[in-house]
């Protein structure tokens, strides 16, 4: 897909994607770390272990699945992700795709589960009010809104999993298995179109 929805956005270097999303994980963590120095709550606790792990795992490829039906059903959806995925995964080796999981995962889930969610309140609200936040991340321009909306939704279901489970690990988990799977089904579709 071509830039069509937004022509002012020039297509990227491998090194720029790379750059960028280094750049966005340390402001990310940043935020989180000044968050934390400076309100009066903890970061939520990181449970490594195996059951935890299977768990993220599967609840990452379980959204990735659910992502995968709403691609299929819902075409405007299809478009915007279509657009922020040539934008951001085009320009990058197959490779690039582990830090693709890795630094957004760890980042965004630092951030918005660890610290923000806990800083408004482990409940509901605080649920929804993070995952709004999580969602206006991922919309590069007005037309990806039905992008947001996914990544809110993914957000809520990572916020509700967070709180229920008290362990951050799991969402980070989902996050980092969901952005690596999607990636690597999007590059290698590329590479099928191409030949």
Same mark, same amino acid.
């Given at each position: ?68 039906? &709403? ?16 934008? &951001? ?61 996914? =990544? ?29 799977? =999607? ?13």
């Amino acid at each position: 897909m071509s830039n069509s929805q937004n022509p002012d956005i020039e297509p990227l270097s491998r090194i720029q994607i790379l750059i960028a999303m280094a750049v966005t994980a340390i402001i990310l963590f940043g935020v989180a770390r000044l968050w934390l120095y400076l309100g009066d709550f903890q970061l939520r606790p990181l449970s490594l272990t195996l059951t935890d792990l299977g768990f993220g795992i599967a609840l990452g490829l379980g959204l990735t699945g659910l992502s995968t039906i &709403v691609y299929a059903a819902w075409g405007t959806y299809r478009e915007s992700a279509d657009f922020y995925l040539s934008l &951001v995964l085009k320009p990058l080796a197959m490779p690039d795709v582990i830090w693709l999981g890795i630094l957004p995962g760890l980042s965004e889930e630092l951030l918005f589960r660890g610290v923000m969610l806990p800083a408004i309140g482990l409940d509901p609200i605080g649920i929804v009010l993070s995952s709004l936040c999580f969602g206006v991340l991922h919309m590069t321009n007005a037309q990806q809104w039905p992008y947001a909306v996914w =990544a809110t939704l993914v957000g809520l279901l990572l916020g509700f999993t967070m709180v229920e489970t008290g362990n951050l690990f799991i969402p980070i988990v989902a996050h980092v298995t969901n952005n690596f799977i =999607a990636g690597l089904t999007w590059k290698l579709g590329q590479l099928k179109v191409k030949s």
